[in-house]
């Protein structure tokens, strides 16, 4: 027998195996990779079958583990489903796999730069709509580049972190003066972020079809946003503290690999984008078919669907280097809120509520415009996995706390 038995129908299975980071009341923190419902503690494992990589799986972080590489990731991969799947290696195994109630999760890897782009044409035209009613809806350079920010990397933070109701300065065009105080407009966005682990050089670019070549894997994102701080202060430079104060991720970085069957084309683009914005090869500009479902104290408000993104991730990166950027082990970028046509499947509060106007009901009798003390927010995802089943991303969860 093998060292684990797992449902065929495990959103967790043998053809997901996503990476984090966890720690055991005896043990520090280091690589885990998940199985159905248990973690794999991975480092002694490889170094017991004598693979040098057991050395960046014994780390706190992910990082080095990205930094070897594609040729690495792919052989890792290949040896964790022998690993799984061998009888003969079940003793091995089976005392490294531990139940994940058992361990703590942490940050799965040290985030370098962290860009947040604006993919979805859907968010931006709700946007649009909400805070310029007399003006087009896009901005006139939406469709010639994928719009991004520079975000702040050290308030990244891991699923399940709370999140402290921002303060700061706020003005609505009624007001004569600013005032300050806890933001009453806190909101979410749901989002999925991309991991970098190759580095590239400065004064050098990332090509659309070398978009493998650099990114790992994904994790589901959300960039807390508070929208009365960021309507005040975004003008001319964009977004800062509004966005700056928290931003959960999941712990589970899921490998590229597992998402082969998940990729889609994307949307038709007009006009045709810039030739560094195309790729030799029509495969390089893909989507992802992953259905997001946002959770609001155990509700399902909303099911954003991320293949109705306009920008490829290829795009992103290809447009975040393309000035010479470097790129570092690390980096992560955001595709920007998932929102698709219907009303039911739109990525923030800003757009379900149309800012507030409409407040959604919830099962137990209250409202919400905005999020209040106590709610809790919980993203997850779901996409076609190899094997045939659905792959479901790590969770990302977060509690406002009051301010402080
Ligand atoms: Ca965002």
């Known amino acids: 027998m093998t060292a ?3 449902p065929a129908d495990s959103p967790y299975g043998l053809d997901h195996l996503p990476y984090g980071v966890f720690s055991t009341a005896e043990e520090a ?4 990779v998940r199985v159905g419902d248990h973690v794999l503690d991975a480092a002694p494992v490889a170094a017991a079958d004598g693979l040098a990589i057991s050395g960046a799986l014994a780390q706190p972080t992910l990082n080095a583990f990205l930094a070897a590489g594609r040729a690495q990731w792919d052989a890792t991969r290949e ?3 022998d690993l799984l799947t061998q009888d003969a290696n079940a003793e091995l195994v089976a005392p490294h796999l531990l139940p994940l109630d058992a361990v703590t999760l942490h940050l799965p890897f040290e985030v370098a730069d962290y860009v947040d782009f604006y993919a979805s044409e859907h968010h931006a035209t709700n946007v649009g709509r909400i805070f310029r009613p007399d003006g087009e809806a896009l901005t006139p350079n939406w469709k010639h580049l994928p719009i991004g920010y520079h975000g702040r990397a050290g308030t990244v933070v891991v699923s399940g972190t709370d999140v402290v109701r921002p303060t700061g300065q706020r003005k609505t065009p009624a007001d004569t003066h600013p005032a300050f105080g806890p933001s009453i407009r806190l909101d979410i966005e749901a989002e999925v972020g991309f991991v970098v682990g190759t580095p590239s050089a400065l004064a050098s670019r990332v090509d659309v079809d070398d978009f493998d070549e650099h990114v790992f894997g994904v994790v589901l994102l959300n960039d807390w946003s508070a929208r009365d701080i960021q309507a005040w202060e975004y003008v001319p430079l964009g977004p800062f503290l509004g966005k700056s104060f928290a931003t959960s991720v999941s712990a589970w970085v899921t490998p590229m690999a597992a998402l082969s069957a998940a990729r889609i084309p994307l949307p038709e683009q007009h006009p045709e984008p810039l030739d560094y914005l195309r790729g030799n090869d029509s495969s390089a500009l893909f989507g ?9 104290n155990g509700q399902v408000v909303a099911r954003p669907p991320y293949r109705t993104l306009y920008w490829s991730p290829a795009q992103m990166l290809a447009h975040l280097t393309v000035n010479g950027a470097s790129l570092r082990t690390g980096d992560l970028f955001a595709s920007g809120t998932v929102s698709g046509t219907e009303r039911d499947e739109r990525g923030s509060l ?8 409409e407040p959604i009901e919830l099962a137990d009798g209250t409202t919400r415009g905005f999020l209040e003390d106590g709610d809790t927010v919980v993203l997850r995802a779901t996409a076609p996995a190899t094997g045939g089943g659905r792959l479901a991303l790590g969770e990302v969860r977060g509690t406002i706390q009051p301010a402080r």
Do not use: K, M
């Not at 923190?29 to 885990?32: A, D, E, H, I, K």
């Not at 992802?288 to 609001?296: G, N, P, Q, T």
């Not at 800003?350 to 106007?357: F, H, I, K, P, Q």
């Open 350 to 357: 800003l757009e379900l509520t149309w800012n507030g106007s």
């Open 288 to 296: 992802f078919d992953l259905a997001i479902e946002i959770e609001l």
């Open 79 to 81: 040896w964790l489903v």
């Open 4 to 6: 684990i038995d797992l």
């Open 29 to 32: 923190p280091r690589v885990g």
